[in-house]
């Protein structure tokens, strides 16, 4: 597995095409990223998982992939290194971490619905008519703090701290169908400790939760 530091090239990129790049959404970003890992195959499935992040207005993406990111334009800076972590049991390490926290259930017709879990509890507070609403904030707190550790005990951690840094909703057209997805994500920084390495190791590898496609469940973690 390969760790890399992707960003766009401030001084050959050109300006009107800088600001189409800060103008993408999720999934156009998320086929930019894609570019530097077919190799010119469209049917290649994805092997990659990918982090955006910003230096100032500049878009920076970080990724974990089965192959090295290529750059065949040369607008991107790359650093690339092998990802090769040493991971035991009982290790305490500090993560970051952004995901896409939903939950399922059947509707009465049978079939599976997603929902975002901060939306799903604020309903759920209309429903019951409380007196005192519970903040946003402090919903996103708890929600994400439940979400996140009734997956470690599966994957091979237990949460030591964690703050949920930011919740965000994010609407944005599906490509060739004229219609819109919403996705809901939350940032995480906090300590863990490794219960089950080979667990664990899995985590750092897959991904943890869905639409990793959309740059969620990359971890990344540091003694």
């Not at 708890?142 to 009734?150: A, D, E, N």
Request: charged letters at 30%; a positive charge.
């Amino acid at each position: 597995m390969y760790l890399s530091k992707i960003s766009l090239r401030r001084n050959i990129l050109p300006s009107e095409l800088f600001h189409d790049y800060l103008g993408k959404d999720i999934y156009k970003y998320h086929q930019l990223i894609w570019k530097l890992f077919n190799e010119n195959n469209p049917d290649k499935k994805r092997d990659f998982l990918f982090r955006k992040e910003f230096d100032g207005e500049w878009p920076i993406f970080y990724t974990l992939s089965a192959i090295e990111p290529g750059n065949d334009n040369n607008c991107w800076e790359i650093k690339t290194k092998p990802y090769l972590p040493k991971i035991n049991n009982g290790d305490f390490l500090y993560f970051k971490l952004r995901v896409n926290p939903r939950i399922c259930s059947k509707n009465s017709a049978g079939k599976t619905v997603y929902y975002d879990i901060v939306q799903n509890e604020r309903y759920k507070e209309k429903d019951y008519q409380k007196e005192k609403k519970t903040s946003r904030a402090e919903l996103v707190q708890q929600m994400g703090t439940k979400w996140l550790t009734s997956r470690s005990e599966g994957n091979g951690f237990k949460i030591i701290s964690v703050i949920v840094d930011k919740y965000e909703v994010n609407d944005f057209p599906k490509e060739n169908e004229g219609k819109r997805i919403t996705l809901s994500t939350i940032d995480y920084q906090g300590q863990l400790q490794v219960t089950d390495a080979e667990s664990f190791l899995k985590v750092l590898f897959k991904g943890l939760g869905p639409a990793k496609g959309f740059g969620c469940g990359l971890m990344m973690v540091k003694h």
